[in-house]
């Protein structure tokens, strides 16, 4: 758990309004932690205010395999199709520090 505080921590993890608060980086630790139960909600979150890239986009950089589709819902909200993957930890991680390089694999 250590190691992905510390990546979750980073300075360089930032946003619009620059680097990402207290709230934003307990998300993507409870992401990065139980990604099935958090992607829904976490998926969109800006992990680079140079670049933009959320980390939807990190995962599809660094796994093009990943579904460019996610959960589909009718009008009513129920799921008509939901994710057809769900990331992993370590997929996450790896999301995480492409964001960090600027959109270089490292």
């Known amino acids: 758990m250590m ?9 360089g993890l930032t946003n619009l309004f620059g680097p ?15 990604p099935k139960r958090y992607w829904d909600r976490d ?17 599809l950089a ?10 589909t819902t009718d009008q009513a909200g129920r799921v008509v199709r939901d994710w057809a993957r769900y990331p992993d930890s370590v997929l996450i991680g790896r999301a995480i520090r492409f ?8």
């Open 3 to 11: 190691a992905k505080r510390r990546l979750t921590e980073d300075p």
């Open 20 to 34: 990402l608060d207290a709230t934003l980086r307990r998300r993507l630790r409870q992401v990065l932690h139980d």
């Open 43 to 59: 998926h969109g979150l800006i992990l680079n205010g140079t670049t933009f890239v959320t980390l939807w986009q990190a995962i």
């Open 62 to 71: 660094v796994d093009p395999t990943f579904p460019r589709e996610g959960k």
């Open 99 to 106: 964001a960090l390089g600027g959109g270089k694999v490292r």
